[in-house]
């Protein structure tokens, strides 16, 4: 069946470094979304992917689409402390009206 | 302020107990969806519905219910809890099903 893999599952960090988060899709997907969750809270919408190859920026994240629009990344610049939290990727199921979710990645800033 | 609200946010309770957790937003939003989050297994979904009487199966549907009568609320009912359930839920919305997901804040399930 249609899966969405994210690694790596965990990602431990120092402040100050980069982190990035990839997933991948076992068929097309017209577009691909990010969120983020806040230990103890619920996800939040970062960003959503459209285009083959597309890249976005806000801020200290960017986010890519692959040309096959079967992988994306997100990649976070001189990481902070405010950016702890698991972030996951989603994209629509070809069979019907649900979104197909990647299991997480978890940023972790050692201490 | 737009948003997903989610009552009870915690609850204990004990296998067999019937409860409802309700889901209300107030965006006029198409797209309802519930969805558990267990460690390591990411975010699951319930049910979902297009609309106003459309309703269907997520991927874990066993031991759920929903009803969709008005736009705005969306409530998740567990007729009989087992302690598999024991979860956090959180319900979503967005105005197409490929859109932007907002969140509730969550309600935290212990089955005893």
């Known amino acids: 069946g249609q899966q969405v893999m994210q690694i790596p599952q965990y990602q431990h960090v120092q402040e100050g470094e980069d982190f990035t988060t990839y997933c991948n899709s076992s068929t097309t997907l017209s577009n691909i979304q990010w969120y983020k969750q806040r230990p103890g809270g619920h996800p939040v919408f970062l960003i959503q992917?459209?285009?083959s190859g597309e890249v976005k920026k806000q801020k200290r994240l960017t986010f890519q689409f692959g040309e096959a629009k079967k992988n994306s990344s997100l990649h976070i610049t001189a990481t902070q402390t405010t950016d702890v939290g698991p972030y996951f990727c989603a994209g629509p199921k070809d069979s019907n009206y649900q979104l197909i979710w990647g299991a997480g990645t978890k940023l972790i800033i050692k201490p | 302020e737009a948003q997903v609200t989610q009552n009870p946010r915690y609850l204990i309770t004990v296998t067999g107990k019937k409860l409802t957790v309700t889901c209300s937003q107030n965006m006029n939003h198409e797209y309802m969806s519930w969805y558990r989050q267990d460690p390591g297994l990411g975010l699951r979904q319930i049910y979902y519905?297009?609309?106003?009487?459309?309703?269907d199966k997520g991927d874990v549907p066993e031991g759920y219910k929903v009803s969709r009568k008005e736009k705005r609320n969306f409530p998740l009912i567990l007729e009989s809890p087992s302690p598999n359930q024991t979860s956090l839920y959180f319900c979503?919305?967005?105005?197409?099903?490929?859109?932007?997901?907002?969140f509730g804040e969550g309600s935290r399930l212990t089955v005893l």
């Open positions: 979503a919305s967005s105005p197409g099903w490929t859109g932007e997901l907002f």
């Open positions: 992917l459209v285009k």
């Open positions: 519905s297009m609309n106003v009487e459309v309703t």
